[in-house]
């Protein structure tokens, strides 16, 4: 029998027994548990907890952490990560590996506690300056984040690069059985600093960014060729296919299912990996598909525009059209997924693409 | 599937009822969430939480229909009122609740007077496992000795057994009243 954990709690531990041996970070709700769970059980195990004076201080000694060549661990939620972006866009020049988790919560600015999917572009995009990408895996439930957990480490090691958990307020919250992975022993990476220089030098005036974005853009290629993760069903033969990740995604799935046995022609896709976009799933898509149909926890519609692109790439002679279903925050219910895919039919919901 | 609301003001112990009510579910390996309202809250103000269980997938965690409603005071009443299943059940803290309860005329309302059942039993804090007893014992779902075994461990687990003979009383005491 799995035992009920919390999200937060569940993926605090998960982190541990991947390996991490370090976090510092500075609390926000709704992700303050990772951190307050981490705080008593990182010394039990021999690694560091700090409670940085800022977000930007936690990040910071996030970058310190990797380039010691520790698994390294910060979180936060929606303003937290805006925060974060400098560091992380360090990491990615200075190609370190470290997890980043953000418990999205719903607006802008300070916004709300609410749980949201609000923050996709910035994840997705690279919310930092400079040019470049972050892996970024979205769990649907709390045993897919702990997968995760370990998953992103991987990756990040893989690819020396950051990789984020987006998982969302409700997630972090909520609880459900679970079954907990082994610990894992991790040494020291190879790479890790030990007195002079184990990598690149990287300064402002002596590097050749032209060489560079060749191997920054070979990089982000062979992540794009071999690490794009998602669950479908029914592709092959839906006249519309649902869009949709995380929570939300799986409320998706409920409304397939109850449409499919009323006897409309529906599947979906649920990315696992936000970035990189899984175009892959897209190919697998009926050649006479009538609709894509994101379902998004935000106001305006994000990952829509992704999905109008891969459709427009897997199926360059159709123009097919991209809806999105956007329900600001929360998990939106299986019946109000239902109720506006019959706007769509009825046309009362115009595509966005 | 079942979808149970357990809403009342913060300290009342509705996250406690809905968390008994979820550990003796997955006691039975059957699939289980278990769903707050958090954020900004003190003292006195509103709380809730969603359970569903069942042998089939949860698609959804958050409140959608439930069959079950809580109500620990007014305020919870009127907020989850409209929510309920038709044909559903509402559990009254009948101390507390103190509105108009009968508009609605397709669900079961059943009143409890919690708190003088836990004063009685002389476990003030235990109204919210009376309240537990009577949901147990109303979804007509699990088995009363495994229910009060579950909550004991989950108890247990939080270094909180000292109470266990109370809430046992109390459970058997909020199952034998309805």
């Known amino acids: 029998m799995g035992e009920m954990w919390k999200g937060n709690h569940a993926i605090a531990e998960a982190a541990v027994r991947a390996g991490c041996r370090l976090y510092a970070g500075y609390p926000i709700t709704p992700s303050t548990e990772i951190m307050e769970y981490l705080s008593a059980r990182l010394p039990e195990v021999g690694g560091s907890f700090i409670q940085a004076e800022s977000e930007l201080a936690g990040i910071n000694m996030i970058i ?87 998953l992103a480490y991987d990756l990040a090691e893989k690819y020396r690069m950051v990789a984020m958990i987006m998982t969302e307020g409700a997630l972090g919250q909520m609880m459900e059985p679970i079954e907990m992975p082994d610990f894992i022993e991790k040494k020291r990476m190879p790479w890790a600093l030990d007195g002079h220089y184990s990598y690149k030098k990287i300064g402002i005036f002596d590097r050749n960014s032209m060489k560079e974005a060749i191997d920054l853009n070979q990089k982000y290629n062979t992540i794009k060729e071999n690490e794009q993760r998602w669950e479908s069903d029914n592709l ?92 600001v925050y929360g998990i939106p219910a299986i019946k109000e997924i239902k109720k506006d895919f019959m706007k769509i039919l009825s046309g009362e919901i115009k595509e966005v693409y | 599937m079942k979808e149970i609301v357990f809403s009342g003001f913060g300290g009342q112990g509705v996250l406690t009822s809905g968390l008994i009510v979820s550990d003796i579910a997955a006691s039975k390996d059957l699939k289980v969430t278990w769903m707050p309202s958090y954020g900004s809250a003190m003292r006195g103000g509103t709380a809730n939480c969603t359970v569903k269980y069942g042998e089939s997938k949860i698609y959804n965690p958050s409140l959608e229909e439930p069959d079950l409603l809580l109500a620990m005071n007014n305020p919870s009443f009127k907020a989850f009122i409209n929510r309920v299943k038709p044909g559903g059940v509402v559990l009254i803290n009948s101390e507390l609740v103190t509105c108009k309860t009968d508009d609605r005329e397709d669900v079961h309302i059943i ?68």
């Open chain 1, 236 to 327: 092959d033969k839906a006249d519309y296919v649902f869009v949709s990740y995380g929570l939300p995604g799986e409320s998706t799935k409920g409304a397939v299912e109850q449409l499919r046995d009323e006897g409309y022609q529906v599947g979906f896709i649920r990315p696992i990996t936000a970035w990189p976009y899984p175009e892959k799933a897209f190919n697998l898509i009926n050649p006479n598909v009538k609709g894509i149909i994101t379902v998004e926890s935000n106001a305006t519609g994000q990952m829509v525009d992704d999905a109008a692109l891969s459709i427009k790439k897997t199926k360059r002679d159709k123009n097919v059209p991209t809806y999105c279903l956007p329900y």
């Open chain 1, 64 to 150: 310190g952490g990797a380039a010691c060549g520790y698994r390294s661990l910060t979180a936060s939620s929606g303003p937290g990560i805006s925060l974060k972006q400098e560091g992380m866009s360090v990491l990615a020049d200075e190609e370190l590996s470290a997890v980043v988790i953000n418990v999205v919560r719903y607006g802008n600015g300070l916004g709300t506690l609410y749980s949201a999917q609000c923050d996709y572009h910035r994840e997705t995009k690279g919310g930092g300056n400079g040019d470049y990408r972050v892996i970024v895996l979205c769990p649907s439930s709390i045993q897919e984040a702990i997968e995760h957990v370990f």
């Open chain 2, 111 to 178: 009143s409890i007077p919690c708190n003088q059942i836990a004063n009685n039993l002389d476990h003030p804090k235990g109204a919210n496992i009376v309240m537990t007893g009577a949901i147990v014992k109303l979804m007509n779902d699990f088995d009363k000795n495994e229910a009060i075994s579950a909550m004991t461990k989950m108890f247990a687990k939080k270094g909180k057994n000292r109470f266990q003979e109370k809430n046992q009383l109390a459970f058997e005491a909020g199952f034998n009243f309805v």
